[in-house]
C-alpha cells in the first residue's frame, strides 16, 4: 500500500543533497571539531562555514547564531535565561503555544521566578495586539514576551515586527519561536527587534536533532550547558556535526526555492480547502486559514459523528499520515490544548485534522484523500 504524507509540520523528509552535503562529515571527515589537529580543523571550519550560511540567509551576525538540538531546547534556553540571566520577573505569552514554550513558562511560574501572563486571542485565533500592550504597560517589572511566528497547529502568523516594536517601547524582552517559519519564508531578523529566535532543521528538509538560537549581539546570557568551550563557551558537548552542515544545506535549498515552492504547496492547500468544503456538509477550518496563515497548513474541522470519530485512526490505516495537532503530543487521547482554546469549550462538538504539505505532494494525492474521507464519513 503506497502511503500517503500529508504530515509536513511534524517533520519533513531529508533532501537527497542535504544527505549528500552531510555524507563527508559522516564518513571522513569525522574528526572532533575542538582537536587541533588537521582532522579537526576541518570539522572546525564546516562548523563555520555553515554558521556563517545561515546568519548570511537569516541576515545577522554569524556570533549570533548558535546551534543546538532543535527548537525545543533552544525555546528552553531562552526562556530560562532570560528569567534567570536578564531579570525577567514577569512572562506573556499566549495559550496556543507549543509546549516548549509553555511547559518551560509554566514551571518557571509554578517554582515562583516569574509571574505569568496569558494574551487574549482573538475569534480567529490570532494574538490580541491591544491586549498584548495592555498586559506590557501594566507591568512595571522587565518583561519577557514569547510568542511563536506561526502556530504550529492552525498555521496563524504574529505580526512579528509590530510585537517586536511593542516589546522595545515596553523595554521586554522578546523570544519568538520561529520553528514553522524559518525555512519556509525570507526572514530578516536585523529587520525584527527580536532578542531570541529557535529554528529547527527537520521542518524544512533538513535533518532531526539539530536547530539554531539566536541570541541578539546586545542580549548577554550565561551557558547554556555546562562543561567545555564549544560554541564560544555557550553550550558543553562535542557539536553534531553532520547535522550543522546538514541544517545550513537544508536552509540553504529552501532560501532559493522558496518562490517556486511557496506558491506550489500555496495551490495545493488552496485545492484541498475547496475540495473538503465542497464535498463535506458541516466542515470548517480551525484558524486564518485563507488569512495570515502558513502556506503549508490547514486545520480542518470535521463535524463529530459516529463515523468520524475514529478518523485519524481509520486513516492511518488507510495509509494517510495526517495528525490532530502537534506531533510532540500525539500520544494523548484528548483535543490538543490549540482547539481548546480556540474554541472556547466547544472543541468536544469537532474532530480537528491537521493536513501539512510540501513540495512533494500533489493533487492526486489530495484527490485520493477525498475519496478516502467519503467512504469513511
Given amino acids: 500500500m503506497r502511503r500517503i504524507y500529508f504530515d509536513n509540520a511534524a517533520t519533513t523528509a531529508l533532501d537527497p543533497e542535504v544527505l549528500d552535503a552531510m555524507m563527508p562529515y559522516l564518513t571522513e571527515k569525522f574528526g572532533n ?94 494574538v490580541d495586539l491591544v491586549n498584548l500592550e495592555a498586559l506590557l504597560a501594566a507591568n512595571k517589572g522587565k518583561t519577557l514576551v514569547t510568542l511563536m511566528h506561526a502556530n504550529n497547529e492552525i498555521g496563524n502568523l504574529l505580526d512579528v ?29 536585523k529587520d525584527l527587534n527580536v532578542h531570541f529566535a529557535s529554528a529547527a532543521g527537520h521542518k524544512f528538509h533538513g ?40 541544517f545550513a544545506k537544508a536552509l540553504e535549498l529552501a532560501t532559493s526555492r522558496f518562490e517556486q515552492d511557496s506558491s506550489y504547496i500555496r495551490d495545493l492547500k488552496k485545492y484541498m480547502n475547496t475540495r473538503l468544503a465542497e ?38 490505516m488507510a495509509g494517510i499520515c495526517v495528525s490532530g495537532g502537534s506531533a510532540c503530543s500525539s500520544g494523548a487521547s484528548s483535543i490538543s490544548h490549540v482547539i481548546k482554546a480556540l474554541h472556547n469549550g466547544h472543541s468536544t462538538e469537532i474532530v480537528p485534522i491537521r493536513f501539512s504539505f510540501c513540495r512533494h505532494n500533489t493533487r492526486e494525492e489530495v484527490d485520493t484523500v477525498i475519496e478516502k474521507l467519503k467512504e469513511l464519513i
Avoid: W
Avoid at 531562552?78 to 512572562?91: E, P, Q, S, T, W
Avoid at 514554550?101 to 487574549?120: M, P, R, S, W
Avoid at 551557558?223 to 553532520?242: D, H, K, L, S, V
Avoid at 486564518?288 to 474541522?301: F, H, I, M, P, Q
Fill in 207 to 246: 535533518p532531526k536533532g539539530v536547530g539554531i538560537l539566536y541570541i541578539n549581539e546586545s542580549v548577554k546570557i550565561n551557558p547554556m550547558i555546562n562543561g567545555g568551550a564549544q560554541e564560544r563557551n555557550m553550550r558543553a558537548g562535542t557539536e553534531n556535526m553532520y547535522g550543522i552542515v546538514g
Fill in 33 to 126: 571539531p575542538s582537536s587541533i589537529y588537521s582532522y579537526g580543523r576541518e570539522t572546525k571550519m564546516g562548523i563555520e562555514s555553515a554558521r556563517k550560511t545561515v546568519a548570511k540567509i537569516l541576515n545577522c551576525a554569524p556570533g549570533e547564531i548558535f546551534f543546538t538540538s532543535g527548537g525545543t531546547e533552544s525555546s528552553n534556553t531562552a526562556i530560562n535565561a532570560a528569567v534567570r540571566d536578564l531579570g525577567c520577573k514577569h512572562i506573556i505569552t499566549s495559550p496556543i503555544e507549543h509546549h516548549a514554550t509553555l511547559h518551560t513558562v509554566e514551571q518557571l511560574a509554578k517554582n515562583g521566578q516569574a509571574t505569568l501572563d496569558f494574551v487574549k486571542l482573538l475569534p480567529n485565533g490570532h
Fill in 161 to 189: 515586527k509590530a510585537v517586536g516594536e511593542l516589546c522595545k517601547k515596553h523595554d521586554a524582552i522578546f523570544h519568538c519561536d520561529m520553528v514553522q517559519t524559518i525555512g519556509h519564508y525570507p526572514i530578516n531578523l
Fill in 279 to 316: 464535498t463535506f456538509e458541516g466542515v470548517s477550518f480551525n484558524g486564518d486559514c485563507e488569512g495570515d496563515c502558513l502556506y503549508t497548513v490547514l486545520n480542518v474541522a470535521f463535524p463529530k459523528t459516529d463515523k468520524s470519530d475514529m478518523l485519524l485512526f481509520n486513516l492511518d
